[in-house]
């Protein structure tokens, strides 16, 4: 798994990447500091895995960055890695389609869990935090116009036209794992359980027609 480490503290970036490479599971880490470097990197560099994020960054903070993935159509799995539990911000980075909360605190071991959970294509937020955040959906449903990418309501729609994830990747050039990334992000956002609840809710909140 390719994985980029986006976070203006080198020494925890040398730490998670120390663990990681010291893991029995086949890590590939690049670390950046600087956010713009960031997205020039994924612009020329198509094999990375997932972007594991520091949420609090000067120049450009971690919701200004992935609102800047979208803007550039680069639709690579996020994962959210802070010290800070910022209800708002954990809204608002799921809002935009982040997979998962990574507490700079958990063990090398709880963090390669979470990243393999998050590599395929499942969301990973600590059980303290679930509480925190059960009114997200409500908030997101009521704003699903505005929460929803136009590439999750176009993987939404060939959901509602019986198109297979692999079939998805293949119309739209993306991968598959990305594919995952965004249904579950489009699920959470609307609340549904599988692709058959999540076209019907769709149809009932007038996200997608019957026709």
């Not at 959210?80 to 935009?96: D, G, H, T, V």
């Amino acid at each position: 798994m390719k994985i980029l480490n986006l976070d203006d503290h080198p020494l925890f970036s040398s730490g998670l990447k120390a663990s990681l490479l010291s893991s029995e599971h086949k890590f590939d880490v690049v670390v950046m500091e600087d956010a713009h470097c960031a997205l020039s990197y994924l612009n020329q560099n198509h094999d990375v895995d997932l972007i594991v994020l520091d949420i609090a960054m000067p120049n450009m903070d971690g919701i200004s960055f992935m609102r800047a993935l979208l803007n550039r159509d680069i639709y690579v799995p996020v994962a959210i890695m802070s010290a800070s539990e910022n209800i708002q911000q954990l809204k608002q980075a799921f809002e935009l389609g982040a997979l998962g909360f990574l507490p700079k605190s958990l063990l090398p071991e709880e963090l390669v869990n979470a990243l393999l959970t998050i590599y395929q294509g499942n969301t990973f937020i600590p059980p303290k935090l679930k509480a925190a955040l059960n009114n997200m959906t409500k908030f997101a449903e009521e704003n699903t116009q505005t929460v929803l990418s136009n590439r999750q309501l176009e993987i939404l729609t060939m959901v509602q036209q019986g198109h297979s994830n692999q079939n998805i990747a293949n119309v739209l050039f993306i991968s598959e794992t990305t594919v995952k990334s965004h249904l579950q992000s489009i699920f959470k956002i609307i609340g549904a359980k599988n692709r058959v609840d999540c076209v019907q809710k769709s149809v009932e909140l007038k996200i997608l027609s019957t026709g």
